[in-house]
Nanobody, 114 residues
Framework: VQLVESGGGLVQPGGSLRLSCAASGSIFSPDTMEWYRQTPGKERELVAT???????YYADSVKGRFTISRDNAKNTVFLQMNSLKPEDTAVYYCHFQSWNYAYWGQGTQVTVSS
């Protein structure tokens, strides 16, 4: 099983991007779907989480600007990112976790710059 991410790119400050992450193989719907991000020299940090029931968690730095959602039928997670700032520039990774597996995506670059 692989997690395939899409939607990254270059955007100006204040702009928006929507990231998607889908499982390429057949899996039971994950308990938790998450987005992390990482910049050079720093640890990977949790950005947002959504559980099977739809409850969400956001890092303080993105609260009110990012929205995480999931499609359980398609085992896909989304991250809508609005009002982007230069400090949001990072490689974004999706992560699916259940009681018997954990998978990471390959990462997608998001660059916020004028």
């Amino acid at each position: 099983v692989q997690l395939v991410e899409s939607g990254g790119g270059l955007v100006q400050p204040g702009g928006s991007l929507r990231l998607s992450c889908a499982a390429s193989g057949s899996i039971f719907s994950p308990d938790t779907m998450e987005w992390y991000r990482q910049t050079p020299g720093k640890e990977r940090e949790l950005v947002a989480t959504v559980n099977f029931g739809g409850s969400t968690y956001y890092a303080d730095s993105v609260k009110g600007r990012f929205t995480i959602s999931r499609d359980n039928a398609k085992n896909t997670v989304f991250l809508q990112m609005n009002s982007l700032k230069p400090e949001d520039t990072a490689v974004y990774y999706c992560h699916f976790q259940s009681w018997n597996y954990a998978y990471w995506g390959q990462g997608t670059q998001v660059t916020v710059s004028s």
